[in-house]
């Protein structure tokens, strides 16, 4: 039907003279505006869907009688105007073939400006830590499990729905966190989010006072939180992870750790400050905010448990599936105290960014029939083999560099002397390799001195492009100490030629 305005939307499932059936569910958008006769105005319309190349050559248009009866006007006057298109070259008209776009009738070019910028050309490697294999994506099994997750999806999961998420997934989490990660829930505490980033942006809301963050991190999570209106004061890092002796002269009233895995420097929290954390949290009413974001990668060492189940009324757990499935998914969550539950998800409001029933569906059932955790094993052994790959390679070609935290995660720091990261940085550029420094990590106000260095993600290369990242990564790294000279033989050996 046309509207007040004269525009239409048009089923093209009708039938008339000018070409029988079409081809159901086509939808022609037409603005029937300006002077003249209703012929002239439906002819211009549809000389400029034509020309802007939203009707394509070879479009099949609605039979004129379905049109008419659908912008309301007489059947003659849009049969006249096809007629007259087709004279003019616009349109085609063949028995049985209905009335069609012109071949010729092609859209007409864009101006373009004078002074067009390159489009950036694509790094032929990566090795940026932001995300894992992407041909790892266990297509058939997350397949699998959506059609089963549909089939048995209650009615009310395609309605609005609770703001904490699916109750199906809620459970399924609880039950997988405690075993895999040792954290104590339950559904109620748990809160879907679109990945950690809402969870720090919904955190930044409720928290109150300065949060502590360590002088390494993403600084994007920092701005999240400093959006939210906290101050941020940066705690010192080291070999054992984050400074806790420091936190309380910072003032804050959380902190923001990465206990299992330090994001970007590698190395877990130290049992001892794990303990700290803890107690400070208790003494001063605290809040451990802590980021458990790739903690199911381990290594050469026995799981760490997370820092939650020491404490769950005084830790915010974080989790999310962008390093063990896929940051597209968009999908995380938070394992909250009581007392901050209702706060949360008071702050998640508008529905719109809550995260699809679909997906939290699917999820529920992809870890319900144990397809979660035979992923994590596939994957992880994939993982080890590229960082013992990247090792190697890294011993035998930069023996002067030392390469630390290894024994978890996805990523490896490479030092780097001082002063040579920038000219690192330009020379992988040059042979076509996206790889991040180590500076951009650092907090501006860090008590720490900064460092140089390579922050390398070895889960994101595909397969077939590893190795040659790894010789890009090699040929882009500043070179070893000049030997120096050869020792000369020794007064025995000269007196054994001279005899």
């Known amino acids: 039907m046309a509207d007040r305005w004269g525009n239409s939307r048009v089923d093209s499932r009708g039938s008339g003279a000018d070409g ?23 002819m211009r319309a549809l000389r400029e869907a034509i020309s802007s190349g939203r009707l394509a050559p070879g479009t099949r248009l609605p039979p004129y009688r379905s049109l008419a009866r659908d912008l309301g006007i007489a059947p003659n006057t849009v049969g006249a105007a096809y007629g007259e298109l087709v ?10 073939s209905g009335t069609r776009v012109a071949r010729r009738g092609t859209p007409l070019p864009r101006q373009r400006p004078h002074h067009t910028a390159a489009p950036p050309r694509r790094p032929a490697y990566d090795l940026l830590p932001t995300s894992p294999d992407a041909a790892a994506f266990p297509r058939a099994d997350w397949l699998a499990a959506t059609r089963r997750a549909l089939a048995a999806a209650p009615h009310d999961a395609f309605g609005v729905g ?6 199906e997934l809620r459970a399924q989490l609880a039950e997988y ?4 990660r040792g954290v104590r829930t339950a559904p109620h505490r748990i809160i879907v989010v679109a990945g950690v980033a809402q969870a720090l942006s919904l955190l930044g809301t409720v928290l109150r006072g300065p949060v502590a963050v360590e002088s390494y991190g993403l600084e994007f999570h920092r701005s999240l939180l400093a959006a939210g209106g906290r101050d941020l004061v940066p705690l010192g890092v080291d070999a054992h992870g984050a400074d806790i002796a420091a936190l309380p002269a910072t003032g804050a009233g959380a902190v923001l750790l990465t206990p299992a895995h330090q994001f970007p420097t590698g190395g877990p929290l130290h049992a001892e400050r794990r303990a700290a954390v803890i107690d400070w949290a208790r003494t001063t009413g605290g809040l451990v905010l802590e980021d458990d974001y790739d903690g199911e990668f381990r290594y050469d060492r026995e799981p760490i448990g997370a820092l939650q189940g020491l404490d769950p009324d005084r830790v915010v757990y974080l989790g999310s599936v962008s390093k063990s499935l896929s940051p597209a998914l968009r999908l995380g969550w938070m394992a909250v105290p009581d007392h901050l539950a209702d706060a949360l998800t008071a702050a998640k409001g508008t529905r719109e ?3 699809g029933s679909v997906s939290q569906l699917t999820f529920a059932e992809f870890l319900a029939a144990g397809a979660y955790d035979r992923h994590l094993r596939r994957t992880r052994r994939v993982y080890r083999r590229r ?12 023996p002067h560099l030392t390469v630390s935290g290894i024994a978890a995660g996805l ?37 720490v001195p900064a460092r140089d260095g390579l922050v390398l993600g070895y889960g994101t290369p595909p397969e077939h492009a590893f190795a040659g990242a790894l010789e890009a990564l090699c040929l882009a790294l500043p070179p070893g100490p000049a030997p120096g000279p050869a020792p000369g033989p020794g007064p025995g050996v000269a007196g054994e030629r001279g005899a």
Do not use: I
């Open 177 to 180: 966190l405690a075993r895999a």
């Open 387 to 398: 960082r013992d790959q990247l090792v190697a390679t890294l011993a035998a070609h930069a």
């Open 20 to 42: 029988g059936e079409q081809a159901p569910g086509a939808d022609l958008h037409l603005e029937l505006a300006g002077p003249g006769s209703k012929r002239d105005r439906l």
């Open 411 to 447: 990523h490896a720091v490479l030092d780097l002397p001082p002063g040579t990261e920038p000219q690192t940085l330009r020379a992988a550029a040059r042979l076509g390799l996206a790889v991040n420094g180590l500076s951009p990590y650092r907090h501006p106000g860090s008590p």
């Open 87 to 96: 004279a003019e070259g616009w349109l085609t008209a063949r028995q049985g």
């Open 162 to 167: 609770d703001p904490r998420g699916r109750p």
């Open 353 to 355: 960014l809550w995260v």
